[in-house]
Every structure is written in C-alpha cells, then in structure tokens.
C-alpha cells in the first residue's frame, strides 16, 4: 500500500467519525476497511477514497452503507428475559396506571434492527390490555438501515428469533408457514417503522413522533459510538420522554452516566431511567423572555469530535461554535444551535414565533402555571383572553407543543383544531395535524394535511418530504418518487447547512441526504 493510500484511508476514518459519531479508532479500523470493501464489492484500489469524498451524492449513499455494515443487527424476541419481566410486571402496569384516564400508550424502540424487539413490547402490551382493548397503543420503530426496516415492517421471522421464548408457538401471536414465522396482523399494525439515525436526525421532534413518550428502548445499538456520542443521545431521550417516563437501556449502554433530569430505578436487575419532572426556571431570567428556561435546562452538552473534512452537511451553520472550535471539530453538540430553533417547535420550549413580547411573557408564565398544576381550562382561558390574533395563534401552538410533550395528546389534538378554525392558513398547525394523525395510523387524513399545508405554500419542502412517507406508506411509489423529486429540487441552490422552515432543526444538507436514501432504497 502506497504511503498516500495510508493517509487516505486515514481521512476516510476521520470523516466516518465524524459523521456516524463512531469510534474507528484502534482494531476497529480493519472493520472499516473490510466494511469498505465489501460495499465497493472489491479490493479498495488506489484513489478510491478521494473520487469517492469528492461526490457530495454517491458520498451519501456510500456512507450508508458502509455504517450498515459496522453495525450489527443482532436482536431476537424478548431478549434479555430480566427487561421484559420488568416491563411486564412493574414499568407498563405503572404507565397504564398513570394513563387511564387518556387511554394511550406511546412507545419507541431506538435502534430496532428487524422489529424483535418492539414486537416484543407489542405483545407483552396486547397481553395486559387483551386484544380488543380500546387504547390507543403507539410503538415507534427506528433504526439506520433500511433494509432492517424492510424486515421488520415484513414481520415473518425464522426459528433462530425466538431463541429466549416459546411465543412463537402461539398460534394466537404467529402463525407458521413452513420455517417461518408470521406475526398476526392485529400486533403487527401496532408497531410502524421509519428510518431515524440517531446521530444525525431530529429529536425530539413531532415530525418524527418523538415527542411525549412513556418508554423509550435504547438497547445494543451504542457499542461502537464514542461515549460522548451516547450520552448526548441519551440527553435527548431526556427531552424525547413525557415527565415520569421511562428508558431502559441495555447493557452496553447501561454504564454511561445518564443525563440530567433522569433517575436510575434498579428492577429485577433490570436498569430503567426515568425522567423527573423539571422545575422550570423563571422566564425573566432568560435573554429572551419567551426563549426559555427549557433549553437552558437541558442543554445537550457540548460534544467534540476531530474532524477533517469541512463540516457535515447534515449540521447547521453556526458561526459561533466554528469560531470557537477553529472550524475543525463537533458533531452532535453542535446541533445545539438548531436546538435553539427547534425547540422552538418542541413542546417544553419557547415560543413558535417571534411575535411574542416581554409583556407576553406574564400570560404565557400563567398558561405554564396551569399546565403544570393540569389545570387545562384555566389554560385555555388564558389563551382566549389574548386579543392580539396572532399572537394568540403562536401560543396556541406553543402551548400544543407543550401539551404533546406532557403526553396530553388528545387536548394537543383539540387545541391544533381551535388553532386552525381561528387561523386556517397556519402552515406549522397543518403539519402538526398531519403528524398526529401518522402516529395515528390515519394515513389518509396524514395526506390530506400535508396537501392542505402545500395548498398554503407548494414550495415547503418539509411538507413534499413528509407526504412522500406517507405515500410510501400507503404503497403509492410513482406518487412517493415524484414528492421525493419535488423536496430534491427544493433543496437545490440552498445553503446545506441552513435550517429548513418548518423541518424543527433539519438542515437543507441533511434533507437532502435523506431524500436520496429513500429514492435509492425506492429505485
Ligand atoms: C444489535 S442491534 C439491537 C437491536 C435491538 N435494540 C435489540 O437490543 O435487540 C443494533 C441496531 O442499532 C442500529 N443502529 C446503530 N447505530 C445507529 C444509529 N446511529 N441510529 C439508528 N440506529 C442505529 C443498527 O442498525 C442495528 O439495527
């Protein structure tokens, strides 16, 4: 190897790094090589790695891949029997207990390989609730590979998933064909999947449904990222969670310091954290006085990675932090900044516009004294008695986004209808909608809002990338491709590290980026 192919390989390390948060360093590098060269389905070659830094596009594609290979997919049917015990008899019986009165359960499996592991909740929740149970049960599936996706939206398992259970042997869960095993379709339609990386997307966003949630799995996917990585991740569990929620890390996971604002609760040797409830500091402190409190109290703490290459496209510009940190270092610390913007949009944060004035703040101090004590009519007096329209159509938002991060979904819903009978021409209301009503299952009403947010502004890329999800969704792949192309041409001539209006913190690079996944993963 040429003493240039050495330094290549090296940048190409660099760059891997600081893309996917990863830690390559040491024996892992020979993964990465092998990784490498499995994608380009040869030898790396001389110059390889430079024509393939060079392509913005294929850099993308390749990146994927080559971070689908480093990690590893390994999951099967309640793995770990301990965390399911625990599940089973303390931490659900618990959320159901404090849910009753709303009926709804939202959950998120963060890393999720091929499905094992939210089918597995799904069914444990489908034996304490029974089957014809009128909860709402809501369980997210994410994870960075798409063609794990594929499996676990396909539900049909073989013998080797069920190593640690004999669920499989129920014909009431699955029923087999040949070697395989079929989940029922009534435990199927309870888990849906979407592709999220946790290094570089958003959360917690209503976008992505999670927001407010009672449990979030975060298990056997932190193995091969820099500590650092996982604890900011974790910081934004922290934030994803409702107050009183729950994260049950894994064992690769459980050793990390866990983040403010989160309590170890140790059961049958089970590790679980829950969030406790904020104490607010008061707005006037703040710079700002509607730019709260909240971000100031869970900061995501400021993370450095070396880096080589200029900055990643999916990071927002932030003329700051490249002062301070020469230009040459970050990754997910420095979203922070798009933080600032997308809590904005995110329930426990400041305002969604910048209509509000100090003066706003006293009503807006009131509205959160109600929340806090769950006094909803109060709230909403407080809101009506605001006589300027829009601003009262901005703390109406807000105070939707607040309500979904208490997990208050229907009142959030209800306060979303009031916003647009008063202001139908609210495009972040109409998205809102359309985000409420995917979570839901409701595929045809999730269009429908998006159509109606592109009727009030056709040019809103967010609004093209989202429908395309749900068209996708639905099965419509011509209709899916051609909203995929529209956020493609949108995206052109825009600077890759701006924020994209209404993207609650996605930048123009990164939504890019993701649009040429799903169009390759489509093709
Ligand atoms: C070993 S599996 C764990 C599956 C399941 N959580 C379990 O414990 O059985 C790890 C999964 O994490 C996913 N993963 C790794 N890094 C990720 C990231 N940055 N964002 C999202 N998923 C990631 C991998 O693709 C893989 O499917």
Redesign the pocket.
């Known amino acids: 190897m040429l003493s240039s192919d050495v330094g290549h390989i090296e940048s190409l390390r660099q760059w891997v790094e600081s893309e996917?948060?990863m830690d390559l360093a040491g024996t892992r590098f020979s993964r990465l090589k092998d990784a490498v060269e499995a994608v380009l389905q040869r030898p790396l070659a001389h110059n390889d790695i430079p024509r393939l830094l060079a392509q913005p596009d294929g850099r993308t594609r390749f990146l994927e891949r080559v971070t689908?290979r480093l990690?590893?997919?390994?999951?099967?049917f309640f793995?770990n029997e301990h965390h399911f015990r625990a599940l089973r008899e303390h931490v659900l019986p618990q959320i159901l207990r404090e849910n009753e009165e709303r009926r709804e359960i939202r959950i998120w499996?963060?890393?999720?390989?091929t499905g094992?592991?939210p089918y597995s909740v799904a069914i444990l929740l489908d034996q304490l609730l029974g089957r014809a149970s009128s909860w709402r049960v809501s369980i997210l599936g994410?994870?960075?590979?798409p063609s794990?996706l594929e499996r676990a939206r396909a539900a049909k398992y073989r013998e080797w998933s069920f190593r640690q259970t004999e669920i499989h042997k129920n014909p009431g869960y699955f029923q087999r064909q040949g070697d395989t095993y079929c989940l029922v379709p009534e435990v199927r339609s309870r888990v849906r999947f979407t592709y999220?990386?946790?290094?570089k997307d958003v959360y917690p966003s209503p976008l992505t449904g999670t927001v407010g949630l009672d449990l979030i799995?975060f298990?056997?996917?932190a193995i091969y990222l820099k500590p650092e990585i996982t604890a900011a991740i974790i910081g934004r569990f922290r934030q994803a969670l409702r107050p009183g929620g729950w994260l049950l890390l894994?064992e690769t996971e459980v050793n990390l310091a866990p983040a403010e604002g989160l309590e170890p609760r140790f059961l049958d040797r089970a590790t679980f954290h829950q969030a406790i409830a904020e104490r607010k500091p008061s707005p006037e402190k703040s710079a700002s006085p509607l730019l709260p409190a909240l971000a100031a109290a869970f900061p995501v703490p400021p993370i450095t990675v070396q880096e080589s290459s200029p900055l990643p496209e999916w990071l927002p510009e932030s003329s700051v932090l490249r002062q301070q940190m020469g230009g040459r270092s970050g990754t997910l610390g420095r979203v922070a900044e798009a933080d600032a913007g997308r809590r904005r949009r995110v329930g426990t944060a400041a305002p969604c516009s910048d209509h509000c004035e100090e003066g706003d703040s006293k009503v807006w101090e009131q509205i959160q004294r109600c929340l806090s004590r769950r006094e909803f009519a109060g709230a909403q007096r407080a809101i009506a008695g605001i006589t300027d329209a829009t601003l009262r159509a901005a703390i109406r938002l807000r105070y939707t986004r607040e309500l979904w991060a208490a997990a208050e979904i229907d009142r959030a819903r209800s306060m979303l209808d009031v916003c647009l009978t008063e202001n139908p021409l609210l495009i972040e209301a109409q998205l809102l909608k359309a985000s409420l009503a995917e979570e839901a299952g409701d595929l045809a009403a999730a269009e429908r809002y998006y159509r109606q947010a592109l009727y009030l502004d056709r040019k809103c890329p967010i609004a093209h990338f989202h429908l395309a999800l749900v068209q996708q969704q639905n099965g419509h792949a011509s209709a899916a491709a051609r909203s995929l192309r529209t956020t493609l041409k949108l995206t052109e001539g825009n600077d890759p590290h701006a924020l994209v209006e209404h993207g609650e913190g996605v930048c123009y690079g990164r939504l890019k980026e993701l649009v040429l996944l799903l169009t390759e993963n489509q093709a």
């Open positions: 996917t948060g689908g990690t590893v997919g390994e999951s099967y793995r499996s963060a890393g999720c390989s094992e592991e994410t994870d960075l590979n794990f999220l990386n946790l290094v799995l298990r056997n996917v894994g």
